[in-house]
């Protein structure tokens, strides 16, 4: 069967069009009709590529997105699924691929997932067993056949035909959640996504910015810029960050709250807007659009089409019109003043000042790292002579308790035994981060706060960018994709583990010894 998405995507003269459905909570109420005949008149309507359908939307329960993906294909339109880390653990993500690859459902994009909020009797428990990265190299594995090792040998399961993308933002407001969003950008696609789908913004120039950072570092993957038709409700929602990630100025609020005035409710200019960034996204060289709205209907998904095609022609003239930066806010490049886009000139990050502090404790780690957790190196070999003699002996349970205590006070250690500390600056993300990020932030950071814990806490890996510019070593955030923690480790000890080669970072190990060998010569 074709993939219609797909072939829109990659057609360099196509704009690609996809409208995102967020179905609700219950089996057969409002909602789910509504999704219903939104999709049997996208499919007779013919505009749009894809229909794109919400997991869990939020951090709610909501009836299952495979599940309307599955019947929305057989309305004859290509479902887009969003596949979310935050439910699920790596086996009911396999799955769950399975079943869809079964209904020829082939489209998924694959997002972290915003944090549960509600559920049955309280507040659902989060999983996040796998994060994006690790889910896309899991389908990419599936998709050239995924390989079981058996008593009897490997056995090599049928290729599935998956076309999974991925998200990013270019809209943070500091260096460091900014930078740790490229530097993931780039691990997602040495993982595997097939495509980009933006986070919610309205700054012409930072949409600019991503489609530059690609082109200098050469990732040739097709773009999906992200268009919300913005009420005046949303927009103040929006604006008070109480939707993760998606940016709405307080300038960009006060123009929406200009517009409600009109005799339609700002209806029209809502539109209109949407409109304009179609052009300039198709202008700036994005592959497609992904358009939603609350009670977005079909017939004013059909008009922004329309409209910015016809705006298309002119679309340089409209680019002053979405100047929205963020109070104090980063942005890669150097601003070209004429176009009120972007020069190709990257800005000194080295002149900018530090996003987090950068305390003893991580001068103390880094000091204990460079004597004892080098390959090759220093008191390497002492320590993995230790581990050898204590493993499996009465000695190891008061190694693992005595190193466990050092860890807790020092690091707030869960006891995984696959231990991550390393990989970010020596801070924990199986403890500091509620999402268990292992290779990146997640895309729902507000000014450097955790999208969680806003206001109270730091997110993990702002602080670790932090900590690693200090030594100008922030770029070795974008070298290392962190498998996912191997549970058969937990409650043991990671120093055991890590000197006997038993976890991770075995792989890892080899390119720090040609970062190193580099640094030297």
């Known amino acids: 069967?074709?993939?219609?998405?797909?072939?829109?995507?990659?057609?360099?003269?196509?704009?690609?069009?996809?409208?995102?459905?967020?179905?609700?909570?219950?089996a057969?109420?409002?909602?789910?009709?509504?999704?219903?005949?939104?999709?049997?008149?996208?499919?007779?309507?013919?505009?749009i590529h894809a229909l794109t359908i919400t997991d869990n939307a939020g951090g709610n329960p909501a009836i299952s997105a495979s599940y309307?993906?599955?019947?929305?294909?057989?309305?004859?339109?290509?479902p887009l699924v969003h596949f979310t880390c935050k439910d699920k653990n790596r086996n009911q993500m396999e799955s769950e691929l399975y079943a869809l690859e079964r209904a020829k459902v082939k489209n998924l994009l694959i997002m972290t997932g915003d944090y549960p909020v509600t559920?049955?009797?309280?507040?659902?428990?989060?999983?996040?067993?796998?994060?994006?990265?690790?889910?896309?190299?899991?389908?990419?594995?599936?998709?050239?056949?995924l390989e079981l090792p058996t008593n009897k040998g490997t056995v090599k399961l049928k290729p599935t035909n998956f076309f999974a993308g991925a998200a990013v933002s270019p809209f943070k407001a500091t260096e460091a959640e900014q930078m740790i969003q490229y530097y993931k950008l780039l691990k997602k696609i040495e993982s595997g996504a097939q495509f980009i789908v933006t986070q919610v913004g309205y700054d012409a120039r930072k949409y600019h910015e991503l489609l530059q950072f690609m082109r200098m570092h050469n990732l040739n993957v097709p773009v999906i810029g992200n268009i919300y038709v913005l009420s005046y409700g949303t927009a103040k929602t929006l604006n008070q960050n109480k939707i993760p990630g998606a940016v709405v100025t307080d300038k960009l609020l006060q123009e929406i709250e200009q517009e409600r005035n009109g005799a339609d409710k700002g209806l029209e200019a809502k539109l209109l807007r949407a409109a304009k960034m179609y052009a300039i996204m198709k202008g700036l060289g994005f592959a497609g659009v992904h358009i939603g709205g609350y009670n977005l209907k079909y017939e004013q998904v059909e008009y922004i089409v329309k409209k910015g095609e016809e705006l298309f022609v002119n679309w340089e003239d409209i680019v002053q019109e979405?100047?929205?930066?963020?109070?104090?806010?980063?942005?890669?490049?150097?601003?070209?003043?004429?176009?009120?886009?972007?020069?190709?000139?990257?800005?000194?990050?080295?002149?900018?000042?530090?996003?987090?502090?950068?305390?003893?404790?991580?001068?103390?780690?880094?000091?204990?790292?460079?004597?004892?957790?080098i390959q090759n190196k220093n008191?390497?070999?002492?320590?993995?002579?230790?581990?050898?003699?204590?493993?499996?002996?009465?000695?190891?349970?008061?190694?693992?308790?005595?190193?466990h205590i050092a860890k807790v006070i020092l690091y707030d250690?869960?006891?995984?035994?696959?231990?991550?500390?390393?990989?970010?600056?020596?801070?924990?993300?199986?403890?500091?981060?509620?999402?268990?990020?292992?290779?990146?932030?997640?895309?729902?950071?507000?000014?450097?706060?955790?999208?969680?814990?806003?206001?109270?806490?730091?997110?993990?890996?702002?602080?670790?960018?932090?900590?690693?510019?200090?030594?100008?070593?922030?770029?070795?955030?974008?070298?290392?994709?962190?498998?996912?923690?191997?549970?058969?480790?937990?409650q043991t000890s990671s120093w055991i583990n890590f000197y006997l080669g038993k976890d991770h970072s075995k792989d890892i190990q080899k390119v720090n010894i040609a970062i190193e060998n580099n640094k030297n010569s």
């Open 119 to 145: 559920g049955f009797k309280g507040t659902a428990k989060p999983v996040f067993d796998l994060d994006p990265l690790q889910t896309l190299e899991l389908i990419n594995h599936m998709n050239s056949g």
């Open 322 to 373: 979405f100047d929205y930066p963020q109070k104090e806010g980063f942005y890669y490049f150097k601003k070209d003043e004429k176009s009120g886009l972007n020069t190709t000139e990257p800005v000194n990050r080295q002149n900018l000042p530090l996003n987090a502090p950068v305390h003893f404790v991580y001068k103390l780690s880094r000091f204990v790292h460079y004597l004892f957790f």
């Open 28 to 47: 057969t109420e409002t909602s789910q009709e509504n999704a219903f005949l939104a999709a049997e008149q996208a499919a007779k309507g013919g505009v």
């Open 413 to 490: 250690c869960k006891d995984c035994g696959d231990c991550a500390l390393p990989d970010l600056a020596y801070i924990c993300p199986m403890s500091q981060c509620p999402k268990h990020q292992r290779n990146g932030a997640c895309e729902g950071s507000y000014y450097g706060w955790c999208e969680v814990h806003p206001y109270k806490k730091k997110c993990v890996w702002v602080k670790a960018y932090a900590r690693l510019k200090y030594y100008k070593e922030e770029k070795d955030l974008s070298l290392f994709r962190i498998p996912p923690c191997n549970w058969d480790f937990y």
């Open 1 to 26: 069967m074709d993939n219609r998405f797909r072939s829109s995507l990659l057609d360099k003269n196509i704009m690609s069009v996809t409208w995102e459905l967020v179905p609700g909570r219950g």
């Open 379 to 403: 008191l390497y070999f002492i320590m993995q002579k230790i581990c050898k003699l204590v493993s499996n002996t009465k000695l190891e349970k008061i190694f693992h308790y005595l190193e």
């Open 68 to 78: 309307l993906g599955m019947e929305i294909l057989k309305l004859g339109i290509e």
